[in-house]
């Protein structure tokens, strides 16, 4: 994962962008980068609209795409693999062919593996830690683990767990200082997590952490998987972007371009992922 490289930005208006659309000068863009989530892949057989085996061939037409067009990172959205730690081995090199690094968070299902290895999820996936945050520019990406209270990533034994996926306490006070920090920098934010946290499969505590994001005007959205059909909310000026899994229907795949301008998002989705425009609040 650390060795590959990042490459320049390319500043090439999408293709799906009609006359109707805004189209904001390219001269403005401050970054883009590629999204994808819930591959979930396992060498298993379906599960009503989870085709588990048919990840692989989805995962290597995304980043043939993606990879063409000279992004400087990639996120992966959580839940790369389900239930067999083996599974980031047959997985992990199918990325090597993007040319540039991926950036991923976790994902509940990333922990269905036996509680033996739950200790080796994070740094199999390259994470500098369970949550973290980077940089690109002017805009700001904080990564949560929104598994933090959750039953699927504390090994039984341990009697830690609330049996709910959440933010907890000590993620909370980072986030908030971090967050701090970049309203004083007049950084973009963009905050991601697996779980949504707008209907439909909210977070636990989405209300909570939702109040923390509302009042720190750098942030401008939250990014997420886990709900595999997608979805869209508002809370007070954030947008709530809940990306398509790839898991899902064989013959049709999901990923995404994203552009940050200074005052927008632009999303745009190919096979059945939705392209969208996001003005920012102020």
């Not at 040319?99 to 036996?114: A, F, M, T």
């Not at 064989?250 to 301008?261: G, I, K, L, Q």
């Not at 200074?262 to 102020?282: N, V």
């Amino acid at each position: 994962m650390n060795r590959r490289r990042f490459l320049a930005t390319s500043l090439a208006v999408p293709a799906t962008m009609t006359a109707g659309e805004a189209t904001p000068s390219t001269s403005s863009e401050l970054l883009r980068f590629g999204v994808i989530t819930d591959a979930q892949y396992a060498d298993a057989d379906p599960q009503g609209e989870r085709h588990y085996r048919a990840t692989p061939a989805k995962l290597k037409a995304a980043v043939t795409d993606l990879a063409k067009r000279q992004l400087p990172f990639t996120l992966h959205l959580g839940d790369f693999i389900d239930r067999d730690f083996r599974s980031f081995a047959n997985l992990l090199p199918l990325l090597d062919d993007l040319g540039h690094p991926v950036r991923h968070l976790l994902g509940n299902h990333d922990y269905s593996v036996p509680d033996r290895e739950k200790c080796r999820v994070v740094s199999t996936l390259g994470l500098p830690h369970d949550y973290y945050a980077f940089r690109s520019g002017r805009v700001r990406f904080l990564m949560l683990d929104t598994n933090a209270l959750g039953a699927y990533k504390t090994p039984a034994s341990s009697g830690s767990s609330t049996g709910s996926n959440g933010v907890d306490v000590t993620q909370l006070g980072w986030l908030d200082r971090e967050l701090t920090a970049s309203d004083a920098q007049g950084d973009i934010v963009l905050v991601c997590g697996h779980h949504p946290l707008t209907a439909p499969l909210p977070l636990a505590n989405s209300g909570e952490v939702l109040a923390l994001l509302a009042k720190h005007p750098s942030v401008k959205a939250y990014l997420n998987g886990h709900h595999h059909d997608g979805g869209y909310g508002l809370h007070e000026g954030i947008h709530c972007v809940t990306f398509r899994s790839i898991l899902h229907r064989p013959e049709t795949n999901a990923w995404s371009v994203a552009r940050v301008f200074p005052d927008r998002l632009l999303i745009e989705g190919f096979g059945r992922e939705e392209s969208r425009e996001l003005k920012f609040r102020a």
